[in-house]
């Protein structure tokens, strides 16, 4: 799988718009673009994945790049709540093959103030 | 409520008392896994399965046990604790598509261990 990098660390005034930018250069065509967070200590939360094409669900927006290098994902409007770690994953598509694994980075940790 | 529960929460135990840590989930998931997360290593796969009675190995199984005869249980099992087993555990689950990606990972709340 392709490997990610991340900023370590962000900060975003609560109620505006977090971008969160991840970088996959060595991203194959078959590899998706999945997002998790890990609030402290607890389990990881999906968040959204994507291919080529911008998705959006009701907790974020994933902007991917036409060539598809970096993406980024956006928390539209930031609550104190969505102060945690996100990962940037990148996987390839799979059937029913063994493994499955995820490898979560160090991630960025966005704090969102007051 | 679709989740994935664990069971227990904390635990401090003494090294070679055998202790299972059970996952259930109610999202009738084929693919569940089981992995550790440390300071500064981030999260490694301990063992997965792809369905019931089909279990292997992932990339951190030593001393380590798991077991799936129902699909909704995943249960890991430590038949010899030791300090270096310390650690926060989490239990994962998916289903799988016929083609195209996989479905995103639910994760339990965790598991923090403590092997004096």
């Known amino acids: 799988d392709a490997k990610t990098t991340q900023p370590t660390s962000m900060d975003c005034a609560e109620g505006r718009a977090a971008n969160l930018p991840c970088n996959h250069s060595t991203i194959s065509g078959n590899e998706y673009v999945y997002w998790y967070r890990q609030i402290h200590s607890q389990g990881p939360q999906y968040i959204i994945h994507g291919l080529k094409n911008n998705e959006t669900n009701e907790m974020a927006s994933l902007i991917i790049t036409e060539d598809r290098k970096s993406s980024t994902l956006i928390l539209p409007h930031a609550t104190l709540r969505d102060t945690a770690v996100y990962y940037c994953i990148v996987r390839v598509a799979r059937e029913k093959t063994s493994g499955s694994r995820l490898t979560f980075g160090e991630g960025t940790q966005l704090t969102v103030n007051p | 409520e679709a989740q994935v529960t664990q069971n227990p929460r904390y635990l401090i135990t003494v090294t070679g008392k055998k202790l299972t840590v059970t996952c259930s989930q109610n999202?009738?998931?084929?693919?569940m896994s089981w992995y550790r997360q440390d300071p500064g290593l981030g999260l490694r796969q301990i063992y997965y399965?792809?369905?019931?009675?089909?279990?292997d190995k992932g990339d951190v199984p030593e001393g380590y046990k798991v077991s799936r005869k129902e699909k909704r249980n995943f249960p890991l099992i430590l038949e010899s604790p030791s300090p270096n087993q310390t650690s926060l555990y989490f239990c994962a689950s998916s289903s799988f598509l016929r083609t195209g990606s996989n479905q995103p990972q639910h994760f339990g709340d965790g598991t923090r261990l403590s092997i004096l």
């Open positions: 999202m009738n998931h084929e693919y």
């Open positions: 399965s792809m369905n019931v009675e089909v279990t």
